[in-house]
């Protein structure tokens, strides 16, 4: 009997396309309402500006706040100017203390002036020491609900306490051991707390060596400790080792997320996260600098084609062949600088493996110049019967790896040690330089043998 084929479910961006069209708005809301948060906001940044809009003042109050979070910022920005006041402090009541403090960068003083007055003290407080700490960083990243207990209780205690507390926070899949001042002794682990006999002490099986992560640690040494340990959550501490929150791992998943995104925008030039459907001028205004220094980069490659000119005019089959010498070098600087980016981002290189890196990468490049440069020197014969052009084709070959080599090693090395974004810009970078190295290698070389 053939096995009945699950149903797919329909796209909820062409149903609410379809509801703005016909101007069904309780469509759109029983949409909505079947959506996750992230959900909606993934619908929201595939709309249109004006269908955006409509969808966005169709959303549940209840929602926004989350919804909000799960938004590009430059989305997040003109949906909360749609809103009036009350509805914005409606919309972040509902979230947590730390949630609250990533919405704040965002609106304006005399609304979170508001937000400040709905909260009660303890909540004020704890935004307040949310804020404290740079967005970027562990402290900036962390949450403020982490569940305590105390050394020198038994385990019978602490699932009484769990128990009378009801609910507990979201990822909680351990619990923090403190002394009196706060100070972090170790960790219990929920699992040893359900298969511990309830008469042991909390002293006894829990963990004392642990990862945890001082309030300033770069968020990004977060997520690679979290990748690295095969973390769920990981206590906060200050200076003095007192205790502040916890980070859990859907924090550092989004942590991880926006850095590949911005890596993948940089490698294009792009100086921020585009709306999809920004303005032409925003969008303009987000690309132009890379393609105003990618223009100049083609122009010098044609002034470096027009020194050679006289060459080019007396044996043709130059033209044809020299774009293959840029093109293969172009790629293999962006397939080297790919890597040595990502290596920078996960921390793996440093002035002691640098150089060696350097002599590694000239030898793949230098293997590849023989074995690829030869095959075209071959295909250059059996098309032209030249021997010095296929020589020439070769060694072109050869020296442009390797110049992609050494340039794609060195461009993100040197912005790195600069304090600049090593992504930012290098494959125009690379691009410019294997087009303009190449051209000259290749035509210098025919102007030396050929002519």
């Not at 929920?190 to 829990?206: A, E, F, N, Y």
């Amino acid at each position: 009997m053939a096995r009945a084929r699950k149903a797919k479910k329909p796209d909820p961006l062409k149903l609410t396309l379809a509801a703005l069209e016909s101007n069904d708005l309780a469509r759109v809301r029983a949409v909505l309402a079947e959506l996750h948060p992230a959900d909606i906001a993934a619908l929201l940044e595939g709309l249109p500006p004006e269908s955006r809009v409509a969808v966005w003042r169709q959303v549940d109050t209840e929602k926004m706040g989350e919804v909000l979070l799960e938004l590009p910022e430059t989305v997040r920005t003109d949906l909360l100017a749609q809103l009036d006041d009350q509805t914005v402090i409606a919309a972040v009541r509902s979230l947590d203390t730390d949630d609250i403090a990533d919405l704040i960068p965002d609106l304006s003083d005399d609304l979170i002036s508001e937000i400040l007055f709905a909260l009660d003290k303890q909540d004020r407080q704890r935004l307040d020491t949310a804020l404290s700490f740079a967005e970027d960083t562990a402290g900036g990243l962390m949450n403020l609900d982490a569940v305590t207990v105390r050394e020198n209780i038994t385990i019978e205690v602490v699932l009484r306490y769990l128990r009378r507390r009801g609910e507990l926070p979201e990822h909680t899949n351990s619990l923090f051991v403190v002394d009196r001042t706060d100070r972090l002794l170790g960790v219990l682990s929920l699992s040893k707390v359900l298969t511990t006999d309830p008469g042991q002490r909390v002293s006894q099986i829990m963990y004392r060596d642990i990862i945890k992560f001082v309030a300033t640690t770069p968020d990004k040494e977060v997520a690679a400790a979290f990748e690295r340990y095969n973390l769920l959550s990981a206590p906060v501490v200050d200076e003095n080792n007192r205790l502040l929150g916890r980070i859990t791992v859907d924090d550092v998943v989004d942590v991880i997320r926006e850095e590949a995104d911005r890596e993948i925008l940089s490698l294009a030039g792009l100086r921020a996260e585009e709306d999809l459907f920004a303005t032409v001028r925003q969008t303009v205004r987000n690309r132009w600098t890379w393609i105003a220094i990618n223009l100049v980069t083609a122009f010098i490659a044609s002034r470096v084609i027009g020194l050679f000119e006289g060459t080019i005019e007396r044996l043709v089959a130059l033209a044809s062949l020299m774009p293959i010498v840029a093109g293969v070098g172009g790629n293999t600087g962006n397939q080297t600088i790919t890597m040595i980016v990502r290596a920078l981002a996960l921390g793996r290189i440093s002035e002691t493996n640098a150089r060696a890196l350097f002599a590694k990468e000239i030898g793949v490049s230098l293997m590849n110049g023989v074995v690829w440069g030869g095959l075209l020197g071959v295909i250059a014969y059996l098309l032209y019967r030249s021997v010095p052009l296929a020589l020439v084709m070769t060694a072109a070959m050869i020296l442009n790896l390797m110049l992609a080599a050494v340039a794609g090693v060195a461009i993100p090395l040197v912005r790195h040690r600069l304090g600049r974004d090593p992504a930012q810009g290098s494959s125009v970078m690379i691009t410019a330089i294997t087009d303009s190295g190449g051209f000259f290698i290749f035509l210098g070389l025919a102007t030396l043998v050929l002519m």
